[in-house]
């Protein structure tokens, strides 16, 4: 299907119901293929393929309605978009359209985009080789995205994007080891030194004791770090929240360790060149050596704090805010994984986090629990497992100055944040934190 032709019959469409209305169309072809494995063997090979068109369509200056369709008939779209629209009220916020602008070219793999089962069963097959006989399970992922986007303000931009991800565990007598990692290119991801991890980690987590609570010096590893991001580019640097009142960022004032440097990057990720407004994405700095210089914003709140757009509109942005789509911690001088944990005198070797829920966004403190291998280190030596441990922990305080050695080897976890392709790729690397508060104990 020509995405193109299809987003100019729908512009076609509103220009002959109502000459004055503003719109935007946008129209996707999305492919997502997922292979799933359980007990080391492949159980599910799952396909979906569709195109979807999208239309935000306002009329008299402010009222606003949103549709979207899988068929391909632009009237009845155009007809229910525009009886819903006449029966909103005025909006007196509503930002208008953006001006026409450039974008860059996108991300795509073309060998990622028509990747097969057969592909993605011959990285099952290495991880689970890997894994030498330990019980394997999780899951490969290909997906591409293409998308046209057309306004009545002159508008019309392409681009498309690819990625590709492996997700597994390694289970041994009931202890879980993980590992995972995203790309735009299938062809990035090493599946066997993927289950290598997975296993050792789980090996070494056999026989897990629980510890005391308290607060402790921690080495996160990429996984448990990708969640702290995670939860400041969509609570803290959005700028919604910074609208309603609920982030606790200070702009321009050295709130983070100086090692800390975080950017939002679409462009070297898995993003589009262009959000749903049409705005063009391009990386943006939102902590530079410690001080926040950034927020992400859409038209809507960009206008709200006499800034312009950065180009991070979403579906649902209305809603949760203009989220960051590939954000990146820059890497440090604090080496691997090893390395940080040598300089612990007493601590907790952290591998990831999950059910995390934020109990005080201003000061994004969030609570949750570690999975998949926690590790109490004496004098920088791993000395024992641990069970599963539940914090309660502000991720804005854990990154404060003084408080941060950044490790030096960046890798990409997939985490879910607001992206058209399930998952977005967050790049980090592994740090060293001061502090983290423990609460609880799921055993013992």
Known sequence: ????????????????????????????????????????????????????????????????????????????????????????????????????????????????????????????????????????????????????????????????????????????????????????????????????????????????????????PVVLEPAAVADVVGGLVSGQFNAKSVVDGTSGVRLGSPQFDPAVTLVDDPLSGVGLPFDTEGTPTSRLDLVRDGVPVGLTTDRRTAAALDRSSSGHASDVSDTWGPVAGDPALSAGSGGSVDDLVAGLARGLLVSDFWYTRVVDPKRSVWTGLTRNGVWLVEDGRIVAPVSTLRFTQSYLEALAPGAVVVGSELDPQPYRLMGPMGYNRVAVPALRLAAWNITGNTTG
Not at 202 to 216: K, L
């Open 1 to 216: 299907m020509n995405l193109d032709s299809l987003a100019a019959a729908v512009l076609d469409e509103v220009k002959r119901a109502d000459a004055s209305a503003d719109a935007v169309v946008r129209v996707e072809e999305a492919s997502l293929a997922l292979t799933r494995f359980a007990d080391s063997a492949i159980h599910q090979n799952v396909a979906d393929e569709r195109v979807t068109v999208h239309l935000s369509l306002t009329v008299d200056g402010g009222r606003t309605a949103t549709a979207s369709t899988t068929r391909s008939a632009p009237e009845d779209l155009v007809a229910a978009a525009l009886a819903a629209a006449r029966l909103r009220p005025r909006d007196p916020s509503w930002p208008g359209l953006g001006a026409p602008a450039p974008v860059s070219t996108g991300s795509w793999d073309a060998e990622t985009a028509a990747a097969s089962p057969a592909d993605r069963a011959a990285g099952v097959r290495a991880f689970v080789d890997a894994a030498g006989g330990l019980s394997c399970a999780g899951f490969v992922q290909t997906a591409s995205l293409s998308s046209v986007l057309g306004t009545t303000a002159g508008q019309l931009v392409s681009g498309a994007t690819t990625s590709a991800i492996c997700d597994g565990i390694a289970r041994l007598s009931g202890a879980d080891g993980v590992a995972r990692s995203m790309s735009g290119r299938l062809g990035d991801l090493s599946f066997a030194a993927l289950g290598v991890r997975a296993a050792a980690k789980a090996r070494a987590g056999v026989d897990a004791a629980p510890v005391e609570i308290g607060s402790y």
